[in-house]
């Protein structure tokens, strides 16, 4: 047996490469007290590899994430594996006490907190533990297909139902805004809200930072950095999150709607991403290269699809994810802009309403000065209208002979003056 090899690591159940001239035994030998060991490869060498890799050959992975090679993934290894990710749990308690704090605010004030806002959120919170602490957290280092599944989780599903629960409606709550009524009421002017939020929650921002983010997490050495050193990969885990909320909050939290305009461009703007969206996938899928080999060409776990099989599963599961997220948040875009649009047409009637009330108002019971749309005194006319205000129950460019013509001012009883193109009177 080769020299310098840890007994731990076999007896973990790790495996390491067997390659022997002309496809060498794969078979085990024992000694070193009944210790089985693979025959027929370089520990010395491989541990140099690994020492380049910046993984341990005896504790890479089993070390960084705090717990042994969990063995060969199944049905009972998924349900039963565990572990305790502290920064995604530190952060889902702080994050889901600070949500509880402000809806418990809100009702004191009399205003109406929908539950199901509150369940969304809170099953946006559990799927983020799931996705680091679950057996997709176990095995996101072991298979890069279970690595692409988390990363899609917490890009993609998650931010989605986090949005639901309106973080952002629960802060303007909050600080003042709806007390005494229901949240679902008119949500604030896009001008009044910070810079920031208007920044991000601008039509292509959402969509654009999706695609840059996946490109820089699976094409880019960040992917290897992420793999190898564990600030690193908490570090993307929140850039997911923060990118997929950035995507998901424009179109479910009141606190970030946009106009009309905006959920027509942002519509447009997904159709777009939803080719694009397949990219990544459909070109991780086809690599016939194993994408950051320092660490996957040195991680033999003994167990599961080749490395390069393994990356192939990982591209299927990406183009998937990427063309399926696109298809409810289409959906929801495309109500949350039939609630805007009927929201704003709503507004501009009550506007008209009020403008059509004031005139009347002013110059009930005292004679009219002129039309409104030429300013011709009204008492130049013939007919009873000569000393009274006409009642304002057509639009101006019904009577106003000088934007249609007489033909059609006369047939709703208005007539011009003579050389000039305005209404006088009724005939």
Do not use: K
Not at 174 to 186: E, F, Y
């Amino acid at each position: 047996m080769p020299g310098g090899e840890d007994p731990a690591r076999v007896d973990q159940g790790w495996a390491a490469p067997h390659a022997g001239a002309g496809g060498a035994s794969r078979g085990m030998s024992r000694s070193d007290g009944g210790r089985a060991r693979p025959a027929g490869w370089s520990a010395e060498r491989t541990r140099r590899a690994s020492q380049r890799a910046g993984i341990s050959w005896c504790e890479g992975p089993r070390r960084r994430r705090g717990a042994v090679n969990p063995g060969p993934l199944t049905t009972a290894s998924a349900l039963s594996s565990w572990q305790v990710d502290a920064p995604a749990l530190v952060l889902v308690v702080l994050a889901g006490a600070g949500y509880l704090v402000g809806v418990r605010a809100v009702r004191r004030a009399g205003a109406v907190w929908p539950p199901l806002r509150s369940a969304a959120f809170l099953a946006g919170l559990v799927l983020v533990i799931a996705s680091t602490s679950w057996f997709v957290g176990v095995y996101a280092h072991l298979l890069f297909w279970v690595f692409t599944l988390q990363v899609c989780l917490l890009l993609l599903v998650a931010p989605l139902l986090l949005g639901v629960g309106a973080p952002v409606a629960l802060v303007a709550a909050v600080r003042g805004r709806g007390r005494g009524a229901s949240i679902d009421g008119d949500e604030a002017p896009v001008s009044r809200r910070p810079l920031l939020l208007r920044v991000l929650g601008a039509p292509g921002v959402g969509p654009l930072l999706l695609i840059l983010v996946t490109v820089l997490v699976f094409f880019t050495p960040l992917l290897g950095a992420a793999l190898r050193h564990p600030p690193v990969l908490h570090s993307v885990h929140l850039m997911l999150l923060a990118a997929g909320l950035v995507l998901a909050l424009p179109v479910t939290d009141e606190g970030m709607t946009l106009s009309s305009l905006g959920y027509a461009a942002l519509i447009g703007l997904g159709f777009l991403e939803f080719l694009l969206d397949a990219v990544p996938g459909i070109a991780l899928r086809l690599r016939g290269s194993l994408l950051a080999p320092e660490y996957w060409s040195v991680l033999h776990r003994g167990w599961g699809p080749a490395p390069l099989d393994d990356q192939h599963l990982a591209g299927g599961m990406l183009w998937f994810f990427g063309e399926a997220a696109d298809l409810p948040f289409l959906v929801i875009a495309m109500i949350a802009w039939i609630r805007v649009d009927a929201r704003e047409a709503d507004r501009i009637d009550r506007a008209l309403d009020l403008a059509s009330a004031e005139p009347v108002a002013a110059t009930a019971g005292t004679p009219a000065t002129g039309t409104p749309a030429t300013g011709i005194p009204w008492g130049e006319g013939d007919g009873p209208a000569a000393t009274t205000a006409p009642v304002l129950d057509r639009p101006w460019w019904e009577t106003d002979a000088g934007v249609f013509g007489e033909e059609r001012a006369r047939r709703y009883g208005w007539t011009t003056r003579d050389g000039q193109g305005g209404a006088s009177g009724p005939s």
